[in-house]
């Protein structure tokens, strides 16, 4: 399924329901060589002292039969990182109550700034990334996160990031 760009006006052949964050905002390529530091698909510690999940912030599309997904990043406490792990392979570890976190990627399209936007960590099945849930606030973000988004909103989406350098 394609469409049409309202900022470029050409066809694109795909239109994305997903956009993910490479990794945390604090992360820098220096950190790569810290001992301290490590970034994967899922997990991220940062200088062994910051704690970072891999999630999915879903946004409900009205007029589509499927969501439109921001892979985002959320700290977490000490604790809740050292159970994230523990619970890492096993088989029913979706009935652990909600982590409280941060979220730490910065989604360019918003404004205000997405970054330090209070959520809830929900725990998946195994394979299964966590569900992040924004606290109810006035963010664009969060309202659109409580009241879910429209097909045109989506392409709107996709032209802005897909344009952006």
């Not at 066809?11 to 220096?30: G, I, K, N, Q, V």
């Not at 060589?33 to 599309?61: A, M, N, Q, T, Y």
Request: one cysteine or more; proline letters at 8%; aromatic letters at 10%.
């Amino acid at each position: 399924m394609g469409y049409v760009c309202a900022r470029c006006g050409e066809f694109h052949s795909e239109l994305p329901f997903a956009f993910h964050a490479p990794a945390p905002a604090m992360w820098t390529s220096d950190l790569e060589h810290d001992p301290d530091s490590e970034l994967d698909d899922e997990l991220c510690v940062v200088r062994g002292e910051r704690f970072f999940v891999h999630g999915i912030l879903e946004l409900p599309v009205h007029d589509a039969d499927q969501t439109f997904h921001w892979g985002v990043w959320v700290s977490l406490s000490a604790e809740n990182f050292q159970r994230t792990i523990e619970l890492w392979e096993t088989e029913g570890r979706e009935t652990e109550p909600p982590y409280f976190g941060w979220l730490t990627s910065e989604l360019p399209i918003y404004d205000p700034s997405t970054l330090s936007l209070r959520t809830h960590v929900h725990t998946q099945p195994v394979g299964t990334r966590p569900r992040i849930e924004l606290e109810p606030t006035d963010h664009p973000l969060a309202v659109e996160q409580r009241h879910g988004i429209s097909m045109s909103r989506v392409e709107e989406i996709a032209g802005l990031l897909h344009h952006q350098e």
